[in-house]
């Protein structure tokens, strides 16, 4: 895979109006992106069966002109019959770990749900962008990941029915790329945290957070020093803006290079906390990763894509 060369990247902002249909649009990064293209004049339809996304994600903007609410499971098939689309966005899927509860609904939504969007943006000639995740990496051996790396990944392990649904949904997208010129983008998203993350998600910021507003000690996994690199939802939500105007087919990553461990982060919520916070460790849930930290050299090459929000760890 060659790097390309840095050059002005367009955004939706500029562009004609757009008509943008979003699966998982009452999810964290979905509700986001509706927001997003709202405010840029663009027409949202989104889509959600509501087996992870939130009801409050929709309630925002039903009375926005230019948003229309289909309820949905895409795995069966996405029932749209308005006018020509410029974009098929799909982001349905429960996220990590939250996908343990419904491993089956998962890998059928990243198979069926990702061939379904991919059919709907054939037809309408459309843009198709595909919200994949570092997951598809595995517990890796290089470090940081770049796109090239393909992974090291347990297919039948306790996290298979997410990583392995992502990888065969970027496996389908560049078959419907290549042999069928759809015009596709993907990107493997890295640990993304923000605003209207669900309490019970399952996530590690979400996790200490609501356990050290319940006076809980914090649970960390294995010894505390397993990496992650966390990024903020506004600067995913900017990434995928820019890729939608840049002419590249390939997965990408998004994320923030800024690697942090467990126990690093647990010192970070003990500032925010205001008080000492208690630890309690637990076993390593397996296959989890040990490191995870995205290379974003072909990013910021491509969209020139920078994180501005740092975590804030002191």
Not at 149 to 157: A, D, F, M, Q, S
Not at 169 to 184: F, L
Not at 223 to 234: A, E, N, P
Request: charged share 20%; glycine share 8%.
């Amino acid at each position: 895979m060659t790097t390309p060369d840095s050059q002005p990247v367009p955004s939706t902002a500029t562009s004609d109006p757009l008509r943008i249909l979003i699966t998982g649009s009452a999810g964290f990064v979905g509700s986001h992106l509706v927001e997003r293209f709202l405010n840029e004049g663009h027409t949202v339809i989104g889509v959600d069966n509501y087996i992870s996304g939130q009801v409050s994600n929709t309630e925002l903007f039903l009375e926005h002109p230019r948003f229309t609410f289909i309820e949905a499971d895409v795995s069966h098939g996405i029932p749209y019959e308005g006018e020509k689309l410029d974009w098929v966005m799909h982001f349905a899927s429960p996220a990590s770990p939250h996908y343990q509860q419904f491993p089956v609904e998962t890998l059928m939504v990243g198979a069926q749900g990702t061939q379904n969007g991919l059919e709907l943006a054939h037809a309408h000639g459309a843009g198709f962008f595909l919200a994949s995740t570092s997951e598809v990496y595995g517990d890796p051996h290089v470090h940081p990941q770049p796109e090239t790396y393909w992974g090291n990944v347990n297919p039948i392990g306790v996290r298979s029915c997410y990583d392995e649904a992502k990888r065969y949904a970027e496996a389908i997208t560049m078959a419907y790329h290549r042999s069928r010129g759809v015009n596709t983008r993907i990107i493997r998203i890295f640990n993304t945290y923000g605003p209207r993350m669900r309490p019970d998600d399952g996530r590690v910021i979400t996790n200490f957070v609501h356990q050290a507003l319940r006076g809980e000690p914090l649970t960390v996994y294995g010894d505390g020093s397993q990496t992650r690199s966390f990024q903020y939802i506004d600067d995913l939500v900017e990434g995928i803006s820019r890729l939608m105007m840049a002419q590249y087919h390939e997965p990408v990553n998004l994320g923030n290079p800024d690697e942090f461990t467990m126990l690093e982060l647990v010192n970070e919520i003990t500032l925010i906390a205001g008080r000492q916070v208690s630890k309690k460790f637990e076993r390593l849930p397996l296959d989890d990763p040990k490191m995870r930290n995205p290379d974003i050299i072909l990013s910021s090459n491509l969209i020139q894509f920078k994180p501005s929000t740092p975590l804030g760890l002191a």
